[in-house]
């Protein structure tokens, strides 16, 4: 069964510093990878994708993120966190077709 | 800019009522998806439709239809609301593509009373 697991449900930063959301998946297929964002009131945003090319890919705004088969990780990463990015954090896999799978998210806090 | 949008933000409804929400997007895709979103558990997929008059149930179908009778447009039915059912619902739409984006709409929050 596909699955998504993000380690963290709330993650505490300030501004200036760097930020790091963590998703383990299991995938019996070669997954493509995503990253949304969900900021207050508002619907998900695609921050980025892996669809089996580079294995690092970067995203709007800044964001990273590194697909490591051997982990099974896709983690998200920022070097410097700014205010605007508070905000709920999903990953998602998509083992085949149209079938997605959601983690349960992440809350980052970005403190002043 | 492309949109998906849902019509109903926020909608107060009593147990035993049918409820419709309503989607539509203008970027001329396949594909359509109702999730619902709850506080813990990420978004978990209600029904999708890949065609029109076409749909699949999701991971948790109980308790809703869909309709699609036009290809921009995707409604989600609650023939007897609960209030289990209170929820933010998300539409979302995608192209041909598999590994393709999904574009949300901003989501209709419904409270069952």
């Known amino acids: 069964a596909q699955s998504v697991t993000q380690l963290d449900s709330h993650v505490s930063v300030s501004e200036g510093t760097p930020v790091l959301l963590r998703c383990n998946y299991s995938?019996?297929?070669?997954?493509?990878l995503f990253w949304y964002v969900q900021h207050p009131n508002k619907g998900l945003q695609l921050l980025l994708k892996?669809?089996?090319?580079?294995?690092l890919v970067k995203g709007i705004n800044g964001f990273e993120a590194e697909f490591k088969k051997s982990e099974t990780s896709f983690h998200l990463t920022k070097p410097s966190a700014h205010m605007s990015d508070a905000a709920e954090y999903f990953c998602?896999?998509?083992?085949?077709?149209?079938?997605?799978?959601f983690g349960a998210g992440t809350i980052l806090r970005v403190k002043s | 800019d492309v949109k998906v949008t849902q019509s109903s933000r926020y909608l107060v409804k009593r147990t035993g009522e049918k409820v419709f929400l309503e989607c539509v997007q203008d970027?001329?895709?396949?594909?359509m998806f109702w999730y619902r979103q709850d506080p813990g558990l990420g978004l978990r997929l209600i029904y999708f439709s890949y065609d029109v008059k076409m749909k699949e149930k999701g991971d948790i179908p109980e308790g809703y239809s869909v309709s699609r009778e036009k290809k921009e447009r995707f409604s989600l039915i609650l023939e007897s609301a609960s209030t289990n059912q209170t929820s933010m619902y998300l539409c979302a739409s995608k192209g041909r593509d598999l590994t393709g984006e999904l574009f949300f709409g901003e989501g209709s929050r419904l409270t069952v009373l």
């Open positions: 995938s019996s297929y070669s997954p493509s």
């Open positions: 970027m001329d895709h396949e594909n």
């Open positions: 998602v896999v998509t083992p085949y077709g149209n079938k997605l799978v």
């Open positions: 892996y669809t089996s090319a580079a294995t």
